[in-house]
């Protein structure tokens, strides 16, 4: 499969998304498109059919709010209609702005408030073990998120236990909600602190690149002595200018039908 023509497709249909409700978590959203992709359409033991399947590998989207890129790739996997993206967020829907597992077919954990997700990943990939199956455990945290003392409560507890089923990701975008990362409360030298929590670390030069997260998993996946921390130096707003050149202002942002159709245009037009 072409996972990089994949990304346009899943990036159009987040600003489908999130251009119908009309304001969203686009930039978020849109740093980890690839890391989605690589995921789900290359390395996940997974089963649309069978959300629920035994011994499947799971994913944790700790940065909840980048819930409306989850949901493209859901939807286009099958899990459940895609026309159920047009309803984001909207009264009755089963697609709020942030992950709910009791909500939404093949998502593997409610997320939203920061740090808890990453934690419930480190969780699942201790009952994974002992319960002896052979499932990997994938998370995804934000640099902002990486603030959260959480994180690093688990992060102590999953090397002390050797948990080299979890691979996790951090998407190192330089911004948070209303600002960089650096300027609020910096997490630099960030491939250290994960090294002297002993994690393996993995830094990836350009995180919105399918290759490079691909080689990245494989390698982390025949480490096989601690968890791994792939670092993943990614753009908030990735694929869609406005977006891009909206800086921390994407983190939330109003998407008019006008943007909408720029984005559609600059994606190379819709499908
Ligand atoms: C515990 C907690 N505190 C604050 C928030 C509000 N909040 C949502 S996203 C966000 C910024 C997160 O930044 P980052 O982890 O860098 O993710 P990105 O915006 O880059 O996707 C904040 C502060 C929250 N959801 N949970
Ligand atoms: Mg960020």
Redesign the pocket.
Known sequence: MDLEKKCIEIRKNILKEIGTLGVG?I???L??VETLVVLYYKHMNIDPNSPQMVGRDRLVVS????GPAVYAVLADLGYFPKNWLLTLNKPGTNLPS?CDMNRTPGVDMTT?????GFSCAVGIAKASKIKKDSATIYTI??????Q?GQIWESAMFASHHDLNNLIAFT?Y?K????GK?QDICSIDPLDKKWEVFGWNVIVVENGNSCTEIDEAVKKAKVFKSKPTMIILNTV?GCGVSFAEKAGASN?SMTVSEEMFKEGIEELGGDQ
Do not use: A, P, V
């Open positions: 978590h930039g978020g959203s740093s980890i940065k909840g709010h980048s942030h939203g408030s920061l740090g808890q945290i934000g640099d902002g998120e990486t959260e998407d975008n911004l948070q909600l209303d990362t908030k983190h």
